[in-house]
């Protein structure tokens, strides 16, 4: 058996930071998309205990991604096990081709281990379902659970709380993927928001009605209340906005940062602006993927 399964990154079409909750944490609305964009994960039986390696080549990423049990993925093989019993899968070796940045806020280690979880529960002869992954994929982070499924959602609360969409049609993008070391990188970010930050939600109620009519996203619906702070805390970050709306009219954080990315009329049009946009900055061009896309494996 060798299971080979892509793990597709993100980018959010709204980030809506509405305010602290009285446990300490932020309130969302979030709009997560799935783009083309995806590390490749090949799994094979292991011996003893589930062991993770870097594809051969990618020794400069070991240090940014590291291959211990602090890894997403290695923790979500323990979570499954925890829930679905330590006979449910044997030992397993896990081999990560890497090419979503890390740190990037591009979701690629939370991709990562939802790919494992849904692995894991194709190899099990008693399948928990879509719905106890996502419950497991909650317990490792927000981001894990909206990966399991992929494709459109729209996400409350802390990020847990998920709803489908239909698919958004299919659009080419410019990605400006920039990354950054700090590994309290998100906790530093919220710390710098102010109540001037905050939105109230209706960016993404908007851009919910228009995904639900089957229609495309457009600029003006998209926003991220990190956009002021990311500027500040990425030295790189505003260069790569003002570069990117000189060429396509309006840049939107990803995630929390320092990613960026922006709506192209077309492939043709993207390959355009990301030849002119480099050397400068590692634009690359992608596209959305939906759900069925999002986790296919393939063998």
């Not at 980018?11 to 995806?38: C, K, S």
Request: hydrophobic share 45%; net charge positive.
């Amino acid at each position: 058996m060798r299971l080979r399964l892509r793990a597709c990154a993100k980018i959010n079409w709204t980030l809506e930071v509405l305010g602290r909750r009285g446990d300490g944490y932020h309130e969302l609305r979030t709009i997560f998309q799935t783009i083309a964009l995806a590390d490749d994960l090949m799994i094979e039986p292991g011996e003893r205990e589930d062991r993770l390696t870097l594809a051969s080549g990618q020794e400069r990423l070991a240090v940014s991604v590291p291959v211990d049990a602090s890894n997403l993925v290695l923790r979500a093989a323990a979570a499954y096990r925890a829930e679905a019993g330590s006979d449910s899968v044997p030992p397993l070796v896990i081999t990560l081709v890497k090419r979503i940045p890390p740190a990037a806020g591009l979701g690629g280690g939370s991709s990562d281990a939802a790919a494992v979880l849904r692995a894991m529960d194709s190899l099990n002869p008693r399948p928990l379902g879509t719905a106890r992954l996502e419950a497991i994929a909650a317990r490792i982070g927000a981001d894990v659970a909206f990966f399991v499924r992929g494709g459109t959602q729209l996400a409350r609360g802390r990020g847990e709380m998920l709803t489908p969409l239909a698919d958004s049609p299919a659009c080419w993008l410019v990605l400006v993927p920039l990354t950054d070391t700090d590994p309290r990188k998100t906790a530093r970010l919220y710390g710098l928001l102010t109540p001037d930050d905050y939105a109230d939600g209706s960016y993404t109620e908007r851009l919910a009605e228009v995904l639900r009519a089957g229609r495309p996203p457009s600029p003006e619906l998209l926003h991220n209340s990190f956009a002021r702070v990311a500027e500040i805390a990425f030295p790189r970050a505003r260069a790569a906005r003002e570069a990117l709306e000189r060429l396509c009219g309006r840049a939107v954080l990803c995630g929390a940062g320092p990613s960026l990315f922006a709506l192209a009329p077309s492939q043709q049009v993207a390959r355009r602006w990301v030849a002119q946009l480099r050397p400068a900055f590692p634009a690359i061009v992608t596209r959305t993927v939906g759900s069925a896309e999002t986790g296919a494996p393939f063998f």
